[in-house]
């Protein structure tokens, strides 16, 4: 009996050193997406937008928002866009510290429009870390967002968002 027990304590030691060395590792914590307004909006007259170069109010990726002809301002925008600013969060583990880089690619159509490397080094345990990306000529095509997390040249995190643009008559 003590001779099946040893195995089944070395599996069980085992599985928790790699469960805990995949949670003590960093990880994409989330992707969102913002308009910029090139030129002050007419359709409010709030003080604040009199002052073009602001960012949309919601998460474009949400699907929330009618992105219909957003070059001209139409569908949910709240004025004229043409550039989108995507936003990748990263939250650190116990040993996120040391040299990290983000991978981030935007494709419309499976052509690629914007390739990013970001390397980067978080200080402390479970830090909320954000990385900042600038898509040019966006506004009439769906537009799928992915990012991974490399540690060491090896993968440990990804994650996908679209961001659903339309234009037409």
């Given at each position: 009996?003590?001779?099946?027990?040893?195995?089944?304590?070395?599996?069980?030691?085992v599985?928790?050193?790699?469960?805990?060395?995949?949670?003590?590792?960093?990880?994409?914590?989330?992707?969102?997406?913002?308009?910029?307004?090139?030129?002050?909006?007419d359709?409010?007259?709030?003080?604040?937008?009199?002052?073009?170069?602001?960012?949309s109010?919601?998460?474009?990726?949400?699907?929330?928002?009618?992105?219909?002809?957003?070059?001209?301002?139409?569908?949910?925008?709240?004025?004229?866009?043409?550039?989108?600013?995507?936003?990748v969060?990263?939250?650190?583990?116990?040993?996120?510290?040391?040299?990290?880089?983000?991978?981030?690619?935007?494709?419309?159509?499976?052509?690629?429009?914007?390739?990013e490397?970001?390397t980067?080094?978080?200080?402390?345990?479970?830090?909320?870390?954000?990385?900042?990306?600038?898509?040019?000529?966006?506004?009439?095509?769906n537009?799928?967002?992915?990012?991974?997390?490399?540690?060491?040249?090896?993968?440990?995190?990804?994650?996908?968002?679209s961001?659903?643009?339309?234009?037409?008559?």
């Amino acid at each position: 009996m003590p001779t099946k027990i040893l195995p089944i304590a070395l599996i069980i030691t085992v599985i928790f050193i790699i469960g805990s060395k995949a949670s003590a590792q960093s990880k994409i914590s989330g992707i969102e997406a913002r308009l910029f307004y090139n030129q002050k909006s007419d359709q409010d007259n709030s003080p604040v937008d009199k002052v073009s170069g602001t960012f949309s109010k919601q998460d474009i990726t949400t699907g929330k928002v009618a992105l219909w002809n957003t070059i001209i301002g139409e569908g949910g925008a709240e004025g004229p866009s043409n550039q989108t600013i995507v936003i990748v969060g990263v939250k650190s583990g116990k040993y996120s510290n040391k040299r990290q880089t983000l991978r981030f690619t935007a494709s419309v159509e499976k052509k690629i429009i914007h390739r990013e490397l970001q390397t980067f080094s978080v200080i402390g345990d479970n830090e909320n870390y954000k990385l900042l990306f600038l898509l040019n000529d966006t506004g009439c095509s769906n537009v799928i967002i992915n990012a991974e997390l490399l540690i060491k040249g090896k993968v440990v995190s990804t994650l996908s968002k679209s961001i659903h643009f339309e234009c037409g008559e």
